[in-house]
C-alpha cells in the first residue's frame, strides 16, 4: 500500500507553521528557547489559525548546527527539554486541532552519534565504517582529500581521520558525517527512527537535505557550483535517481501508521519538475516550493513561477507548497527593502546594503495576500506574522552560524532570520523568557513587532494574518482554483479563486480596481477612491 495523493488529504491545503524551537519561546529561562515554550504558544498559534506545526530539530546534539547535527535520534536535547514535554506539547496541538511536524535529519549524523564514534574506534575497511563515507586519501601518503568537493558551509568536504590515510565525507560540517544510504543497516535504522516518532503520535515529518543522501557512483570531482540554495544543484552529490528509492520505502513505513501520515522534502533542485519527482504518488507528499521563495518582486516571474509549479506538482497530482521565508534564508521583509527587493543574500551585517524597513514590510504585507490566495498548502515561518525583519546589523562575535566561521567571515550565515521573537515589547528578552537572557541579540527594533503590540491593534501585521487565514479557511481557498484575470498593467498581478479575486500592485503607481467588495487590504490605506496603492495589495468579492 501506498501514501496517495487522490483523496484530498489535510496536506493538500494546510496551513503550516514552522518553530524554530530554539528562537520560539524559552520556559526554561537560559536563553534557548524549549517545548514548554511552544506548549505554553498553543493558544496564540491555533489563535493565528494555523493547521500545523513543524518544528526544527530538538533532539539530542552537541549543536554545531543548531540541531541539524544529532547525535540520539530518539531523544529530546535536555536544552529543549524531555520525551514527556514532546508529549504534553503534542497532545495541546492535537487537542486544538493543529498537527505535528518532526525534522528528520538523514543524510548526516553528529560526530558525537555512537555510530560515529563507534566508526572512529574502528579499522579501516570495519561495518562500524561502512555506515559513513570514509575513502583513503588521494597521494602518496593518503594527505590529500579523496576527491576536491567542498562543503556547503565552506571549506573542504572531507576531513582526515587522524593518523590515518582515511578521510571521511562531510556535506555540511566536519561535526556532520554523511551516512552511506547504500548500506542496509542505515536504511533499517531510519525506518525504525521514523517509526519511533509515529508511535508517539506525530502527523509528519520533514525531511532534511532530501537530494542529498545518494552520491554518484565513484564520487567524482566536481568542478561546479557547490552552492546549496541556487543553481540547481546538478553536481554529482545531489538529486541522484536513486535518492527516490528511500522515499517510496519511507511511504511504505508511513503507511504501517494509517493513511493520514505525510513527509515533506527540503530538495533544493530545479526546475520544479525535478523537485516533483519526490512527490510522486508513492514517494513523499509535499516538498518545499523554493524556487517560489527565490522570486524576485517581479510580477511576470511570480506569474511565471505560480504556473509552472501548479502544473509541474499538479503533473504527479501533489499539491504545491508557497514558502517565503525559513531559518536558512534572510526573512522576506527584509529581501523585499532592498535596492533588488527578493535577492537573497547569504545574510546581512551592518557593512551591506540595509534594508528600507518600512517599504520592506509593506511588500511583505502584500504579498502574504498573494501567497495565501493561491490553492496549495503554504508554509510559515515563526515570526513572519509579526512582520519581523532580520537583526541586520548583528555583531560577528555573536554569530553561531558554522558557514559565518568556516568561510572566516565572508558569507555572513543565517543568524540574522534565527533571533529569538519578541512576545512583549516591555519585558525582559522582549517577553521570550522572564530573564533576559538570548542565545542571539535581539535588535531594538524587536520592540515595534512585538506580539502584545499588534494583538490589540486592528491594523496590525498579526491582525492582518489571523484574518487572511480565516478568510481563506472560510472561502476553501487551499483546495480552490487559480484563474488569472487581464491584468491592465505589467506591474499588476490580478487572479480568482473562487469568490475571492486577489489584486496585487507590484508597482509605485496606483492601480483602478475593479467594482467590488474589499474583503481584506494589506494596508489600511492600500485602496483610496477604487484605487489599490503601489506595493500593495487586496482581497475583493463579488457584491
Ligand atoms: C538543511 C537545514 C539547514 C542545515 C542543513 C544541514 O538545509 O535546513 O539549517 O544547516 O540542512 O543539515
Not at 25 to 37: E, K, V, W
Not at 223 to 248: C, F, K, L, T
Request: glycine residues 8%.
Amino acid at each position: 500500500m501506498t501514501q496517495q495523493h487522490s483523496r484530498p488529504q489535510w496536506w493538500h491545503h494546510a496551513v503550516i507553521y514552522q518553530i524554530y524551537p530554539r528562537s520560539f519561546m524559552d520556559a526554561s529561562g537560559d536563553g534557548i528557547g524549549d517545548l514548554n515554550g511552544v506548549t505554553q504558544r498553543l493558544d496564540y498559534l491555533a489563535n493565528l489559525g494555523v493547521d500545523a506545526l513543524w518544528l526544527s530539530p530538538f533532539y539530542r546534539s552537541p549543536q554545531a548546527d543548531a540541531g541539524y547535527d544529532v547525535a540520539d535520534y530518539r531523544d529530546v536535547d535536555p536544552l529543549f527539554g524531555t520525551l514527556e514535554d514532546f508529549n504534553a506539547m503534542l497532545s495541546g496541538a492535537h487537542e486544538r486541532g493543529m498537527r505535528i511536524i518532526v525534522d528528520i535529519v538523514p543524510n548526516h549524523t553528529s560526530s558525537e552519534h555512537v555510530w560515529f564514534q563507534q566508526a572512529l574506534a574502528s579499522p579501516s575497511g570495519s561495518q562500524e565504517r561502512a555506515r559513513y563515507i570514509f575513502r583513503e586519501g588521494r597521494g602518496e601518503n593518503g594527505e590529500q582529500p579523496p576527491n576536491n568537493w567542498q562543503s556547503v558551509f565552506g571549506g573542504p568536504a572531507w576531513t582526515q581521520v587522524p593518523g590515518e590515510r582515511e578521510w571521511y565525507l562531510h556535506l555540511f560540517d566536519t561535526s556532520q558525517p554523511d551516512l552511506d544510504w547504500h548500506n542496509p543497516e542505515v536504511l533499517e535504522e531510519f525506518d525504525n527512527v521514523l517509526r519511533f516518532w509515529l508511535k508517539r503520535g506525530v502527523d509528519g515529518f520533514r525531511i532534511d537535505v532530501a537530494h542529498g543522501m545518494i552520491k554518484a557512483p565513484g564520487l567524482p570531482d566536481w568542478d561546479g557550483s557547490q552552492a546549496m540554495i541556487e543553481g540547481g544543484n546538478p553536481g554529482p552529490m545531489w538529486d541522484q535517481d536513486e535518492v527516490h528509492d528511500i522515499y517510496r520505502r519511507w511511504n511504505r513505513v508511513l503507511t504501517e501508521f494509517g493513511h493520514d501520515r505525510m513527509m515533506v522534502a527540503e530538495a533544493w533542485v530545479h526546475p520544479p519538475s525535478k523537485t516533483a519527482r519526490y512527490v510522486r504518488f508513492d514517494e513523499m507528499q509535499q516538498a518545499f516550493n523554493f524556487d517560489y521563495l527565490l522570486t524576485p518582486w517581479d510580477a511576470d516571474r511570480l506569474k511565471d513561477v505560480i504556473d509552472t509549479s501548479l502544473e509541474s506538482y499538479g503533473a504527479v497530482g501533489a499539491p504545491t507548497t508557497w514558502v517565503m521565508s525559513n531559518h536558512d534564508s534572510v526573512r522576506h521583509a527584509s529581501r523585499l527593502g532592498l535596492s533588488r527587493p527578493g535577492a537573497r543574500p547569504n545574510g546581512i551585517d551592518a557593512d551591506s546594503e540595509q534594508p528600507d524597513e518600512a517599504l520592506g514590510l509593506r511588500r511583505a504585507r502584500a504579498l502574504i495576500m498573494l501567497t495565501l490566495a493561491l490553492p496549495g498548502s503554504a508554509y510559515l515561518y515563526q515570526g513572519e506574522e509579526l512582520g519581523l525583519p532580520d537583526h541586520t546589523t548583528m555583531p560577528d562575535h555573536y554569530r553561531q552560524d558554522p558557514t559565518f566561521h568556516r568561510t572566516n567571515g565572508e558569507q555572513i550565515g543565517r543568524d540574522g532570520c534565527r533571533v529569538p521573537l519578541p512576545w512583549y515589547a516591555d519585558a525582559p528578552a522582549f517577553g521570550f523568557n522572564t530573564t533576559g537572557e538570548s542565545w542571539l541579540p535581539q535588535p531594538e527594533n524587536y520592540a515595534r513587532y512585538a506580539a502584545d503590540r499588534q494583538l490589540e491593534n486592528a491594523d496590525s501585521t498579526l491582525e492582518l494574518y489571523r484574518r487572511l487565514l480565516a478568510l481563506r479557511h472560510e472561502h476553501g481557498l487551499g483546495h480552490g482554483e487559480l484563474v488569472w484575470q487581464e491584468g491592465s498593467r505589467s506591474d499588476v498581478l490580478s487572479l480568482s479563486n473562487g469568490a475571492v479575486t486577489l489584486v496585487l500592485n507590484l508597482g509605485e503607481t496606483p492601480v483602478a480596481l475593479p467594482e467590488a467588495e474589499v474583503a481584506i487590504q494589506s494596508v489600511p490605506e492600500a485602496v483610496e477612491e477604487g484605487q489599490l496603492a503601489g506595493n500593495a495589495a487586496v482581497w475583493l468579492t463579488s457584491r
